[in-house]
C-alpha cells in the first residue's frame, strides 16, 4: 500500500499537493505554511517508531542535505538558510512535536519536527496527498503504513517535485540544487 496515494507523480498539478496546513513545533509554536515561504523546503511524513521504511528514508534526506552543505548551501530553518528539511509525524496519538523534533534532529540537525492534533495531522496529510493508516496492533504497540515521499517546495511555498523511495541521496541532492538553479534563471 505504500506510495498509494500518488498514482501518477508527472501529471498531479502543482496546486493539488500543499497549501494551508496548521501544525505545533517542539517550542508549543504554531509552524503553518507561511514557515516555508523565503527558503527551499524538503517534506517528508512519517513517524518515530516506525522499524524500518522511516530511518531509512530520513538517513536518505540527511544524505541529501550533507551533499547540499558540501556544495555551499546552508541547511536549516534559521536566517540565512537555503533549504530547510521538515519531518512531520502522522503518528498523532505516540509522537508530540517534541519527540518529532528530536527524532529528526538526530537524522541533521537541520530538521525540524513537527507533531499535531489527529486533525490536524489528517488535514495536512489530505494537503499533500499523504496516505497513511495505522494497523489494528494494541494499546500502544501499533504500526504505521503511509507514504514513502519527500517532498521539495520552492521559496514562494509552491510544491515543485518529490522523491519516492527509489530516489537515491545523491539523486535527491542533484535534483534539488538543479532545480534551485533554475528557479534562480
Ligand atoms: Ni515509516
Not at 86 to 108: Q, S
Not at 147 to 176: C, H, Q
Request: aromatic residues 10%; proline residues 3%.
Amino acid at each position: 500500500m505504500h506510495d498509494a496515494a500518488v498514482t501518477r507523480p508527472r501529471t498531479v498539478g502543482k496546486a493539488a499537493i500543499g497549501g494551508a496546513f496548521e501544525l505545533q513545533d517542539a517550542r508549543g509554536a504554531r509552524f503553518t505554511e507561511q514557515r516555508l515561504l523565503g527558503k527551499w523546503s524538503l517534506i517528508y511524513f512519517g513517524f518515530c517508531m516506525c522499524p524500518d521504511i522511516c530511518p531509512a528514508e530520513m538517513t536518505k534526506v540527511a544524505d541529501a542535505l550533507s551533499t547540499l552543505e558540501r556544495r555551499g548551501l546552508r541547511v536549516g530553518h534559521e536566517e540565512g538558510c537555503r533549504v530547510a528539511p521538515i519531518f512531520i509525524t502522522v503518528d498523532a496519538e505516540r509522537d508530540d512535536a517534541e519527540r518529532a523534533d528530536e527524532y529528526a534532529k538526530a537524522f541533521h540537525k537541520g530538521f525540524v519536527g513537527l507533531a499535531g492534533t489527529e486533525a490536524q495531522v489528517r488535514h495536512t496529510a489530505k494537503q499533500y496527498r499523504v496516505y497513511y493508516s495505522r494497523d489494528d496492533g494494541e494499546g500502544d504497540e501499533y504500526l504505521v503504513d503511509h507514504s514513502i515521499i519527500t517532498y521539495l517546495m520552492d521559496p514562494n511555498g509552491e510544491f515543485v517535485e518529490f522523491y519516492g523511495k527509489n530516489s537515491s541521496a545523491a539523486e535527491m541532492a542533484a535534483r534539488v540544487e538543479g532545480r534551485m538553479l533554475a528557479w534562480k534563471a
